[in-house]
């Protein structure tokens, strides 16, 4: 469990904020599509969307622990960027430095 520490004052005031980022990118994920016809496409959706709701939910337990999760920003960002949602993926790359450090 790697990540980067975040205070409980700064978790507190960021709290919302955190949140609010990570359940819109579990929303959006969650009315992605397969971009081509087939059983292995949605195969493949199915599998990357589910590996970026699951790096999501490690970003929230490390956060209710007072850190930014490596490993579960590495997940969500890797599944987004496959999924071709770019502008998500830099949006929770940004939780890394949410307290401004």
């Known amino acids: 469990m790697t990540g980067k520490a975040i205070s409980s004052d700064d978790r507190a005031r960021l709290d ?5 980022v990570v359940l819109d ?8 599509a397969p971009t081509q016809p087939g ?4 195969m493949f959706h199915k599998e990357t969307m589910s ?4 790096g999501c ?3 929230i337990a490390g ?3 007072g850190r930014v999760d490596d490993a579960g920003m590495a997940r969500a960002v890797k599944a987004l960027r496959a999924l071709e949602l770019p502008e998500l993926a830099d949006r929770v790359e940004k939780l890394r430095d949410i307290d401004g450090m």
């Open 16 to 20: 919302p904020v955190f949140m609010q």
């Open 25 to 32: 990118v579990q929303a959006q994920l969650q009315q992605t």
């Open 39 to 42: 059983n292995l496409a949605a």
């Open 51 to 54: 590996d970026g709701l699951q």
């Open 57 to 59: 939910a490690m970003l």
């Open 63 to 65: 956060w209710n622990q």
